[in-house]
């Protein structure tokens, strides 16, 4: 899977010259929290929601909503954006775009096709695809085991629920606590939870979890 396939698009932009209580208006009404700054057809920056924010006067302050107002009037996006901005390409696996913005910190990328921006991909867009991957929306076994990491280990699990009837709706393995294991979280279907663990108790060191979910 590529991030071309899950970015959002078509791209919502501001311009540096906007407005930040106009640029506010617009994340609001398009439920948006950061958004490329696009000039000329070039990206030039990017702004979120809290640069917005915190450019705004406090609550305590001492001037009138007039002066307040004014002032707004007079700040734009240009003074608040971030103008050292990462990007992506269309044809990055998603999984490298994860990697980047985890440990980068960011909550949104903008994605290119020959150098052009055609979306963003934000954390929401992660966590969207993180609850696809794991089956969240589809009723099941949900199954947390610990096991060997071993050649053949999985194809084992996955062969003894398959000869009992069982179909997986996701798949997920992590790293365990002992450098010579690993945790699997799946999700099955057409099978039930007591068979689950039979079929598979000479494959698992521990279930952590089997439940319906």
């Known amino acids: ?77 240009k003074q608040v954006m971030s103008k050292k901005v990462v990007t992506i390409d269309e044809n990055t696996p998603i999984e490298e775009v994860a990697r980047i913005m985890a440990d980068s910190k960011f909550g949104g990328v903008p994605i290119t096709r020959s150098g052009k921006v055609v979306g963003i991909i934000t ?33 084992k699990i996955t062969k003894a629920i398959a000869d009992a009837g069982g179909n997986f709706i996701s798949f997920g393995q992590f790293s365990g606590d002992d ?5 699997l979280t799946f999700k099955v279907a057409g099978i039930k939870k007591d068979d689950v663990k039979q079929v598979l108790e000479k494959y698992v060191n521990k279930f952590w979890d089997v439940r319906q979910s």
């Not at 809290?50 to 006067?57: Q, T, V």
């Not at 099941?140 to 096991?147: F, K, L, N, Y």
């Open 123 to 155: 954390e929401t867009d992660l966590f969207k695809i993180f609850l696809e991957l794991m089956g969240a929306r589809t009723k099941g076994i949900r199954v947390t085991a610990v096991v060997d990491d071993q050649a053949g280990q999985l194809a």
């Open 1 to 77: 899977m590529f991030v071309g396939e899950r970015m959002s698009h078509p791209i919502i932009s501001v311009s540096p010259e906007t407005p930040i209580h106009d640029a506010l208006v617009m994340f609001k009404k398009e439920h948006i929290r950061r958004a490329p700054v696009i000039k000329d057809g070039k990206l030039v920056g990017i702004v979120s929601e809290g640069d917005l924010m915190n450019a705004s006067p406090s609550p305590v302050t001492s001037l009138s909503v007039w002066e307040m107002n004014y002032l707004l009037s007079k700040v734009t996006v």
């Open 179 to 183: 450098p010579g294991t690993k945790v």
